[in-house]
């Protein structure tokens, strides 16, 4: 099973920046897809950026609209790691942010990382 863990989080004031971490137990590009989502208090998850692979269109990057020009997915495969770069950071960008990787059929969750912007 593989193992994921997000570190990164914490408190910044609005206009500010974080960069989010995720180390995975094996090699990234293993994976069909890496990506970052997050969950504000009473709302669903939300999908934020992502790389995926497949077929004729190789890698594939993502990023939801609401963050775009904000939020940059990266990744170090040395170290087994992927990034979300946050910058001018917004009270709404407030929420549990989690790591997940898609291996076929099989997916896994990072244990999440708190970021709370405060306006």
């Known amino acids: 099973q593989e193992q994921l863990v997000e570190s990164g989080g914490g408190l910044v004031q609005a206009g500010g920046s974080l960069r989010l971490s995720c180390v995975v137990s094996?090699?990234?590009?293993?994976?069909?897809?890496m990506a970052w989502y997050r969950q504000a208090p009473g709302k669903s998850r939300e999908l934020v950026a992502a790389?995926?692979?497949?077929?004729?269109?190789?890698?594939?990057?993502f990023i939801a609209d609401s963050v775009k020009g904000r939020f940059t997915i990266s990744r170090d495969p040395a170290k087994n790691t992927i990034f979300l770069q946050m910058t001018s950071l917004q009270s709404e960008d407030t929420a549990v942010y989690y790591c997940s990787f898609r291996w076929g059929s099989r997916t896994g969750w990072g244990q999440g990382t708190q970021v709370t912007v405060s306006s």
């Open positions: 790389y995926t692979y497949g077929g004729v269109t190789g890698e594939s990057i």
């Open positions: 094996r090699d990234i590009f293993s994976a069909n897809a």
